[in-house]
């Protein structure tokens, strides 16, 4: 089967102007790379030393493969996986497609020139230069597309890898990883630390969508149990993120180190099994700390309020709604009596049977058992 490019031009050079011009492949080859190293600035550096007999030695095939092609003696191939390999490789060595494109456009017109110069020399018809000259761009045109998918896949693993070692950091972080394990995990995702992390529950649905609103720097699981996501922040600016997150059903923790990130998760965990309608844990700081030990604050409850146990239920009740507000409005009767709804007198009364039932009701830590218990406690 012939190569598609002898099917453009249907040309066929003869033995002599083939042995004319392969004699002039090292000369065409050099010219072609000090014309990229001249022309083209990614490559100024890059073609010197042993990557330039490298690139040298690949120009000097890729003409000669273009040669068999010219002559029809190749079946195709070889120049295609070769311009592919190369733009992979152009992925590795940090350079764009527009570089590699405008080394492409640079070689292609010197390679004419000096092709042509020995072509026509060599007796080639006139009639036959053009399709010469066809062929020759044609050929370059097939390079430069294989290269540009070789590029483009090679980025496309690149961008795969590094999300699996970015998900694998962000789960390394909130595992709570040694120190060491999370700078090989950084390392390997080439993420840059920030100062600090902030860490986001919501849906797993929503994670990726108010991802792509965040910083670039954000690392996004989606995957954890019971359907949630988490977003890992850096460094926010959190009246901004609770902004941008206000039509999300989201929690979002305190900011911490960037490698004590798992605290700031725990607590936006633990706020959102407390209540379905906290957004801000910074903002439920109270409850989050009585409810870090759920059986040792039901134990305070019951032991600081025993007295009121002894009375009948609506007594209970009321004198309970008294001593936390007397507790809150640190004993102002005034103040008492109006978050009550009640007369002041009323409110001395009631003080004087919760004084005979907590004769050390001035004691300091009385004061702080009782504020813990009523402070937040319903009913």
């Not at 080639?124 to 230069?129: G, M, N, R």
């Not at 009321?318 to 007369?343: I, K, M, P, S, Y």
């Amino acid at each position: 089967m012939s190569h598609p490019l002898r099917r453009v031009t249907d040309l066929s050079l003869d033995a002599t102007t083939v042995t004319a011009l392969r004699s002039a492949l090292r000369a065409t080859a050099d010219e072609v790379v000090q014309a990229i190293i001249d022309e083209v600035p990614p490559y100024a550096n890059a073609l010197s030393g042993r990557m330039g007999g490298t690139i040298r030695r690949a120009v000097r095939t890729a003409l000669g493969h273009y040669l068999d092609l010219a002559s029809g003696n190749a079946t195709g191939g070889d120049g295609g996986d070769a311009a592919y390999e190369l733009g992979r490789g152009e992925v590795r060595a940090g350079r764009s497609m527009d570089a590699l494109l405008g080394a492409y456009r640079v070689g292609a017109r010197v390679a004419w020139r000096c092709l042509a110069a020995g072509a026509v020399p060599a007796g080639l018809p006139a009639t036959e230069v053009a399709k010469f000259a066809e062929l020759t761009f044609a050929y370059i045109d097939e390079l430069s597309a294989a290269s540009a998918a070789g590029h483009a896949d090679e980025l496309a693993a690149r961008g795969r890898d590094q999300e699996r070692h970015l998900e694998h950091l962000a789960r390394d972080l909130l595992a709570g990883a040694t120190p060491d394990v999370l700078l090989a995990s950084v390392q390997r995702a080439g993420w840059q630390p920030p100062h600090t992390l902030t860490a986001v529950l919501l849906p797993a649905a929503q994670a990726r969508p108010a991802y792509r609103a965040l910083d670039p720097g954000t690392l996004v699981l989606d995957d954890l149990p019971d359907g949630v996501g988490v977003l890992l922040v850096p460094d926010a600016d959190r009246p901004r993120l609770l902004r941008q997150l206000t039509d999300r059903t989201a929690v979002v923790g305190p900011p911490r180190p960037w490698k004590r990130a798992s605290a700031s998760y725990a607590r936006a965990v633990r706020a959102r099994s407390l209540s379905a309608d906290i957004r801000d844990t910074e903002e439920h700081l109270p409850e989050l700390v009585l409810s870090a030990d759920v059986d040792a604050f039901a134990d305070l409850c019951a032991r600081a309020l025993a007295p009121l146990r002894t009375l009948p239920a609506a007594t209970a009740r009321r004198l309970e709604e008294t001593l936390r507000a007397w507790l809150l409005h640190q004993g102002r009767r005034d103040e008492v009596a109006a978050a009550l709804f009640v007369h002041p007198q009323t409110v001395r009364y009631r003080m004087s049977q919760l004084r005979e039932l907590f004769p050390d009701l001035a004691s300091p830590h009385r004061v702080l058992e009782l504020t813990l218990a009523v402070g937040l406690r319903v009913g």
